[in-house]
């Protein structure tokens, strides 16, 4: 009986809940926590918001026309940039992809990360000299650059760096004008949609890029179990390998050599009682006085000789399929550093309105990533994350926000609901 694609993914969505639930949390802590300073209105002026800065007196047509605009800039700067790191992956600049993703990490650690420092630190009055200060954070940032692409660190490790660089860009987004905010990630789940699935998108082809070179992305990837490196490229599909040796070099023969190369599970594997590991057929001379062009091609074994090969290509094949299945089980879940980012986003602009809001885009959140990892296990080939949970997150913050609250905080008042 098949089973189910659905069976088996309980531990992988779980694996990928749980740290965007705990970035998510911690954003929403961040926002309260500094959104009572002496300047909560403040914003910042980055990439996301170059074309207009929303003032509050400025009417609704402008704020809504000045987002819009703010995000389509934005996207358009998102864009150029992946051709161009899809351009240097193309042409084996891999190495200074890595050096680039190590210092994006180190400018977030160090730089937004300290400045997020220091507001709690005067934000709860925590007594902390500077040298003790510097210190810590350099500590810090060196071993979260370290564990970006280090194969020594502990993958534990690399996915709490991975959550702590979720948690500090997106904190420094929810600085952004509320109507930018909105139309920002409204323009940035479509723009995953079209960039992943479109068959000229720059994510798409990164993703094919890497999979025909067998490679792992240069880029902030969260991993939901650790990945198993392959010792070769042989050893690790498990396929058919061929090889002609010299018998001697005076004997005047040759044997070609076919060789299966099993993988962990196939090591102990027999087919017919006959061990498949290593098959050799000798070829004499192929030219010899009898005019005998070849021992594979004769009347008395002819039989004999074909029904190992046929064995072996039907075992190659069902070692293929197997390995595939393997290879998917294996490499586990992987969610790009951006889905942390806008989810966290998301909801801790949600905080900045009220907790019931918070509630409603969590569930919304949760409930489209799990439908985007249901229609990866049966897809099996890489999906936008965004779209679906953006969707849902942004319809849900805005049904809470104008029909919910007022019903449930009319019907509390007046008793009729506790």
């Known amino acids: 009986m098949e089973s189910s694609v659905l069976e088996g993914i309980g531990v992988e969505i779980i694996g990928v809940m749980s740290p965007v639930s705990i970035c998510m949390f911690l954003v929403v802590l961040l926002v309260y ?3 009572t300073s002496s300047s909560p209105d403040l914003t910042i002026r980055t990439a996301a918001n170059l074309v207009y800065a929303e003032n509050p007196s400025d009417s609704t047509a402008q704020k809504l026309e000045g987002a819009l605009l703010n995000a389509v800039v934005f996207v358009i700067l998102i864009a150029i940039v992946t051709f161009l ?3 240097l992956y193309y042409y084996n600049c891999t190495s200074f992809l ?4 190590r210092f994006s990490a180190f400018f977030v650690l160090a730089s937004m990360g300290g400045s997020i ?3 709690l630190l005067q934000r709860f009055s925590i007594p902390l000299d500077s040298i003790t200060c510097f210190i810590f954070l350099f500590n810090f940032t060196i071993v979260g650059v370290l564990s970006v692409f280090a194969s020594a660190i502990p993958i534990i490790l690399r996915q709490c760096y991975m959550v702590c660089l979720g948690i500090i860009v997106a904190a420094w987004f929810t600085k952004l004008p509320e109507w930018t905010t909105w139309s920002l990630l409204v323009a940035l789940a479509v723009y995953d949609l079209v960039a992943v699935l479109a068959p000229g998108g720059p994510l798409k082809l990164l993703v094919d890029l890497a999979s025909s070179r067998n490679e792992e992305l240069p880029a902030l990837i969260y991993e939901a179990r650790p990945t198993v490196a392959p010792t070769g490229r042989a050893a690790a599909l498990g396929f058919l390998v061929a090889g002609v040796t010299e018998s001697g070099s005076g004997s005047g023969s040759s ?6 190369v099993p993988t962990e599970n196939e090591s102990n594997r027999n087919t017919h009682g006959v061990d498949d590991s290593v098959g050799v057929v000798r070829v004499e001379d192929l030219i010899n006085d009898e005019g005998e062009r070849s021992p594979l091609v004769g009347n008395a074994n002819r039989e004999e000789e074909r029904s190992p090969l046929v064995e072996v290509n039907r075992t190659e094949r069902n ?3 197997r390995r595939e299945e393997e290879e998917l089980s294996e490499r586990g879940i992987k969610l790009g550093l951006g889905d942390f980012v806008f989810y966290s986003v998301l909801v801790g602009r949600a905080a900045m309105y009220d907790l019931m809001t918070v509630y409603a885009c969590y569930l919304a959140i949760i409930s489209g990533l799990g439908c985007t990892l249901i229609l990866l ?3 099996r080939h890489a999906l936008p994350a965004l779209p679906i949970s953006i969707a ?5 913050y805005f049904l809470t926000r104008l029909l919910m609250e007022p019903f449930i905080v009319g019907t509390a008042t007046n008793l009729m609901m506790f």
Do not use: P
């Open 85 to 87: 790191l899809v351009l």
């Open 98 to 101: 890595r050096h680039y993703v």
């Open 319 to 321: 070692m293929a399929t």
């Open 255 to 260: 044997s070609i050599e076919l060789q299966v």
């Open 392 to 396: 849902l997150g942004v319809l849900f």
């Open 33 to 35: 926590s500094l959104s």
């Open 117 to 119: 420092l220091l507001s």
């Open 377 to 379: 296990s049966v897809c």
